[in-house]
């Protein structure tokens, strides 16, 4: 994909993640044992072979700009590709915050320019998917198309949750309706588009110049081609896309992991998910330990018994502990005694002896972190 | 502040690990679930301060550089310094040297180059997580020529019976290097030397027609140089055949020995991998292993040592083995005191048993149907 930038918005606060995003940008919540949301859609780029992928973070970037560094994991590391994190930034005449998702494309204009692209791919960062992006532009190509929207069908019942586009049969998209109320169409954006660069340049630098706009993909930027008679079409991806929006699909998503259908996500020798990778010894289970139905990291250390859990790095669980249906972020600590159920522990807390946390199957899983865990007296 | 550059010398070793190096030098034999030996001096010599690592080794290399690439894993691919692997490249038609001289003789820029007034020179066949600023400091201190790393085994066993044993006068100086075997001080193969010294022993060793740099030079001239010793009290071990690889894989399973080797920082580094965290199923059963990342357990695993990606499928027992990278174990095997190397497939319901003084080794990539 030599004629197409990737632009990857990474700025999400993800506020309905509550805990989980106190310190860390969405796309940098730990995901999967050993994964960071982002790196699905990093990963897809590596896959799909981008060469150029600027990252836009903007909300508690540390983390997350430390995780990407030169992109050298995700194979962007070479003479001719690389991933360029581009925080907001201020110049001579003045600079602020990325205030949209256009709007952040917009003050990268210059970071695009400097390639020269034909197309500009802009993504973000907080789905979890493995799509071939090649497949998205060659469908862009063939239709002809001034931009392309990837969508997903969704269930009518969740459609007034999602950006809905109305199509024509061949996909063409003649309305984009924001959460509709009562939705024509069950095509969801996925928040993929594809861009002619020349075309959506022009659109951007317009849109910076009115005041009104929200410098919004969804709501300015989509409306505004469809409204001039741009061509714009969808594209239609049926296979596996998941939303970690919130408390319950984050949960889910990292269940979804354990689900014998659902083995590609991590084990398609063919589309590698790839992350930051670090030297840490490998696991070691215990005489009394029981593992059933679960996903263990390195430097884990584990002789309690762990059911349908999503372990990360360096876990300790110590013996006659059960930990089921949870997910351990890195550096947990699990002290004897403990009962865990339906639980998302935070990085690097202490459970102490004794500890008894279960949530029932019908509530939201619980997020907890030492200072949680102190004040509530669990 | 003085620095040290480091030297690890793999000609001379010598070893019994038949299939395990068919295809692969001895120092990069997989060792504990996802390293391989020659990570311990490397990730030693790092830990002490060295930012540059010669390697001389005459044959067999091809995967001791695909493990090492550029160093940077253990720190090594900086802009000063940097990663080695001198195999032979004799091209001085004036060349008289022998045995490991060659080595030394042909790579004097090496030497010359770095800008450490010391070296650290190591073998590839001590297991140990240390590091060697101290036995540096106690160098300097005592203004010795050679300080030898030395270290005290509460058995013997087979492996050291061909190390060097060293023996020494009320003030720590060495007084002599044997192979007595009833002496427990062992000679680790790790020692520091003065550069200029070692330059000068070698054109000594290389002028008398000698083959051997350590035992000619320093062994056999101990009269005239001072050398000491310094004791590594860390766990460490000597792996040199398929018994002591075996026996010191299997010691590992021991929680208090794998956290000493392996849970004690800085961590031992290896060449990173991009493998999913390990996936247990509902049929696995998994008790007293060491696993690493990309497996896919749903048999009973007990007692053993599995590297990255090894998959095992339901209804196959796996009992005191080690089970290298990429194995397939299919259904109903089962498998008691055995080695297979990376990439072993073994089909459905057959039965593999090795006893703990031999165990049953399976060469890389067979397939047994």
């Not at chain 1, 991933?83 to 907001?88: A, G, I």
């Not at chain 1, 409204?227 to 889910?252: H, M, N, P, Q, R």
């Not at chain 2, 060793?205 to 001072?226: S, W």
């Amino acid at each position: 994909m030599k004629n197409c930038v990737g632009m990857l918005l990474a700025g999400g606060e993800g506020k309905r993640l509550g805990l989980l995003t106190k310190e860390l940008a969405k796309p940098a919540v730990p995901f999967g044992g050993k994964y960071r949301i982002i790196d699905f859609a990093l990963s897809n780029c590596a896959n799909s072979s981008l060469q150029r992928v600027g990252v836009m973070t903007q909300y508690s970037p540390l983390e997350l700009n430390k995780h990407i560094g030169n992109g050298g994991p995700w194979g962007m590391g070479g003479l001719n590709s690389g991933m360029t994190v581009l925080s907001p930034y201020t110049a001579q005449n003045g600079g602020d915050w990325y205030s949209g998702t256009a709007d952040a494309i917009y003050q990268n204009i210059h970071y695009i320019d400097s390639y020269d692209p034909e197309y500009v791919l802009v993504i973000s960062g907080d789905h979890i998917y493995q799509m071939d992006y090649r497949k998205l532009l060659k469908h862009h190509q063939e239709t002809g198309a001034d931009a392309t929207i990837s969508v997903k069908p969704v269930s009518w019942e969740e459609a007034p949750r999602f950006g809905i586009l109305n199509t024509t049969e061949d996909l063409q998209i003649y309305e984009f309706d924001e959460k509709p109320k009562k939705p024509k169409s069950n095509l969801a954006s996925m928040g993929i588009y594809i861009f002619n660069w020349s075309s959506l340049k022009s659109y951007l630098l317009d849109d910076a110049a009115n005041e009104k706009s929200s410098h919004d993909f969804g709501n300015d930027i989509i409306p505004a081609m469809v409204d001039d008679g741009l061509k714009l079409y969808a594209y239609l991806f049926e296979e596996y896309w998941k939303d970690v929006g919130t408390i319950e699909s984050y949960w889910e998503a990292n269940m979804d992991l354990l689900d014998e259908d659902l083995q590609f996500l991590l084990n398609d020798k063919n589309w590698r998910t790839y992350s930051n990778e670090s030297n840490i010894p490998p696991q070691y289970i215990s005489e009394t330990a029981v593992v059933k139905n679960s996903l263990i990291n390195s430097g884990c250390w584990i002789s309690g018994t762990v059911e349908n859990t999503i372990v990360f790095e360096n876990v300790a669980i110590e013996k006659n502990s059960i930990v089921c249906r949870s997910i351990l972020h890195p550096g947990v600590k699990v002290g004897r005694n403990v009962v865990l159920e339906r639980v998302i522990v935070m990085g690097d807390t202490d459970i102490p002896d004794g500890t008894r946390i279960q949530v029932k199957a019908d509530e939201e899983p619980l997020v907890i972190d030492q200072e949680s865990l102190l004040t509530a007296k669990v | 502040m003085e620095t040290m550059m480091g030297l690890i010398n793999l000609e001379h070793e010598h070893h019994f690990f038949h299939e395990l190096t068919y295809f692969r030098s001895g120092a990069s034999i997989p060792f504990a679930g996802r390293y391989r030996l020659i990570d311990f001096p490397l990730s030693n010599m790092g830990d002490s301060g060295v930012e540059e690592i010669a390697i001389f080794t005459s044959s067999k290399y091809r995967s001791l550089m695909d493990h090492i690439e550029t160093g940077e894993n253990w720190g090594m691919g900086r802009q000063n310094g940097g990663l080695f692997i001198l195999p032979p490249d004799w091209n001085d038609p004036a060349d008289i040297s022998k045995g490991d001289l060659r080595f030394f003789h042909n790579n004097r820029d090496y030497f010359n180059r770095g800008k450490s007034a010391y070296v650290l020179v190591s073998g590839g066949q001590y297991v140990s997580n240390t590091e060697y600023m101290d036995a540096f400091k106690f160098h300097l201190e005592r203004k010795a020529d050679v300080t030898l790393v030395s270290t005290q085994q509460t058995s013997l066993n087979s492996e050291h019976e061909s190390l060097f044993r060293i023996e020494k006068d009320e003030a720590g100086w060495v007084t002599k290097i044997t192979n007595d075997l009833e002496n427990p001080e062992l000679f680790t193969s790790v020692y520091i030397i003065n550069k200029e010294l070692l330059m000068s022993l070698v054109n000594q060793c290389i002028a008398h027609n000698k083959d051997h740099f350590f035992v000619h030079g320093i062994k056999e001239r101990l009269a005239d140089l001072k050398v000491q010793t310094y004791e590594n009290k860390a766990y460490g071990v000597f792996v040199n055949s398929i018994e002591s690889y075996y026996r010191h894989n299997m010691n590992l399973l021991n929680e208090d020995n794998y956290r000493a080797l392996f849970y004690k920082k800085p961590f031992i580094r290896t060449k990173i991998g991009n493998q999913p965290p390990t996936k247990y199923r509902t049929g696995a059963n998994v008790k007293r292993s060491i696993l690493g990342n990309g497996c896919q357990i749903d048999g009973d695993v007990e007692g053993s040592i599995l590297f990255r990606g090894v998959s095992v499928e339901a209804g196959a027992t796996i009992k005191n083995s080690i089970i290298m990278q990429r194995c397939k174990i299919e259904a109903g095997v089962y498998l008691e005191n055995v080695i297979l190397d990376k990439d072993v497939h073994v089909t459905a319901n057959q039965k593999l048993i090795g006893s703990t003084e031999k165990p049953y080794v399976v060469a890389k990539s067979k397939t047994l149907r």
